[in-house]
């Protein structure tokens, strides 16, 4: 197997590691994903225990790594502190061409950081960028940036939008790439200076560009790319995760109060369809190399989710795709 | 009756306009607002006959306004076009002292914009700000700005933090009157200048400041007040009606194949909780008069909480409480 094609999984990150790692690799390769696709990233000591434990090794590659990096600690700080973590690590194996993709669940600033850092930009993009695709109304859409530009130029919004229309055609494969831009109006002169700039420079790009949308119709039919800043992404992002939270529990108590037994199971293909580790999880579009970021509390089937989702974004060639979409927006850079 | 203690009722804003209106005025009189509290303001032939078909006036005071300015024009161009608008009227009865407050379930951006035009601010206030109450936890939240500061400076953002426990304290009467400010993590190096700028002079301010919150804790016990720009929290509202709407469909549809007869009861239960109507809707803090905005889609319920949510601003005299908050922070000014 070409080693570019291959994953590397942080098998020390997320709240239930390593397990949910090592199930998580196990349930892909159950699933159809070559086991010497997958390298697993960690203590080499508590991968094979942990394999063994799990009915044996189907084939995985192993890179060890000393070191971890907290849920909690301070991305910078740790990065630092901690060369041999298994988030360094892991990226220095797709710097180095042992593997194509980075899977992690782990500090989330942390991985993005060693992505900035260690791998560089591709060819003509200024800034990477978080992406998460909902599929709330079972229609895609993706939102970028999640929190990785926290104050972006409007022309990082233009790209952010290129990044994720590809994102969405090749990848996720969907029909359309119409790209939205969030705000608080339709009209082109809402907003801040930021949100007219890039409104502007959208409608002049050669992007399926619908022009602003506000954050309630991201729940229609509107777009299937909607770009925004990383605050705002950011807290876009949170507000759904803690509000359909906080809405299911309300409801599930409602329901528990008429007794009805089939309460947990309207409530968890609600919360399915709300997950977005559902789809595997949120990439860092922008770097040399796929960077897959799940959430911290992700069980195996998320963690499978993601490894499946960093599969797709390198057999599509994602990344060449945007290379070679921004050189063809401008012949003359 | 003082006259300022009056409250202005526009009575031809909103979706169901007038007859929503006139509902919820002769609702808020049988809840115990005393009729001659409300001076409707609207087509005078429309609303005599409308309380006519209503079995009578109780003795409101009628103000007669020419024009409506429709829920889908441009506040601007409508309020130059429209001189003699409902929400014009109504505004400039505040401005006279014909009344204290003014209530409409109109366009937000008209009587934003007449509010801000047409009332001065407050003493010391530098710019009003929109304040949305919400009860999702059973517990009292307010967050501004909700849009009417799209761009703020770091100094609004603690005179909103300000408003913002002014009301919680007089006229919501919350124990505690914590501060938060809307941000990307918790620590006080997090997103932009402004919101860098905004948490230093927060921590140096006599509010109860807790420091930074991310958008999934406005649903937990963390503050009473949440400040944060005008742009992100438009998102964060609509969001929050869109997403809970979107939400409640999906669990309703779910309910609905088991047929479940009490489906509806459940739902009605938690979208009330969800609904920031049942609060009374949103309050322009800042300018120099009581301005209370409903939603458009507003029904007679919402329209009297709307106006009982103006008379307790005026009794608690919640801008006298602003001005000399202000002025105690600043001696030297």
Same mark, same amino acid.
């Given at each position: ?24 690799? $196990?349930?892909? /390769?159950? *699933?159809?994903?070559? &086991?010497?696709?997958?390298? #697993?990233? +960690?203590?080499?000591?508590? !991968?094979? =225990? ?71 930009? $591709?060819?003509? /993009?200024? *800034?990477?960028?978080? &992406?998460?695709?909902?599929? #709330?109304? +079972?229609?895609?859409?993706? !939102?970028? =940036? ?188």
């Amino acid at each position: 197997m070409d080693q570019t094609a291959r994953i590397a999984l942080d098998v020390m990150g997320g709240d239930s590691a390593p397990a949910c790692n090592l199930d998580g690799a $196990l349930l892909a /390769v159950e *699933r159809g994903v070559p &086991a010497e696709r997958i390298l #697993l990233v +960690g203590d080499e000591g508590v !991968i094979r =225990d942990g394999l063994k434990d799990r009915g044996g090794d189907p084939g995985f590659a192993v890179l060890h790594a000393d070191e971890v990096i907290g849920m909690d600690e301070k991305p910078a700080v740790a990065l630092r502190a901690k060369p041999g973590s298994s988030i360094g690590v892991a990226t220095g194996a797709v710097k180095s061409g042992l593997a194509g993709a980075h899977v992690s669940m782990g500090n989330t600033g942390a991985v993005v950081g060693a992505a900035t850092v260690g791998l560089k930009t $591709l060819e003509g /993009v200024r *800034r990477p960028g978080i &992406a998460v695709t909902v599929r #709330l109304t +079972g229609k895609p859409v993706t !939102i970028l =940036d999640m929190g990785a530009n926290v104050v972006p130029k409007p022309e990082h919004l233009v790209q952010y939008g290129h990044m994720g229309a590809v994102l969405m055609r090749d990848v996720v494969k969907t029909e359309k790439c119409r790209v939205a831009l969030l705000n608080i109006g339709e009209e082109s002169t809402k907003g801040t200076d930021l949100l007219r700039e890039a409104h502007a420079a959208l409608t002049e790009s050669e992007l399926d560009f619908i022009g602003n949308i506000e954050s309630n119709q991201i729940f229609g039919d509107s777009a299937e790319v909607v770009v925004t800043d990383g605050y705002t992404g950011n807290v876009v992002l949170k507000l759904m995760e803690g509000f359909s939270g906080f809405l299911l529990t309300m409801v599930g108590r409602e329901m528990a109060a008429h007794g009805a037994d089939w309460a947990h199971e309207v409530l968890g293909n609600v919360r399915k369809k709300v997950d977005y580790s559902e789809y595997g999880g949120a990439l860092l579009l922008g770097v040399r190399g796929v960077v897959v970021i799940g959430h911290g509390r992700s069980d195996a089937h998320a963690v499978s989710n993601a490894i499946e989702l960093a599969g797709r974004a390198l057999d599509a060639d994602v990344n060449g795709k945007i290379v070679q979409g921004l050189a063809d927006r401008a012949p003359s850079a």
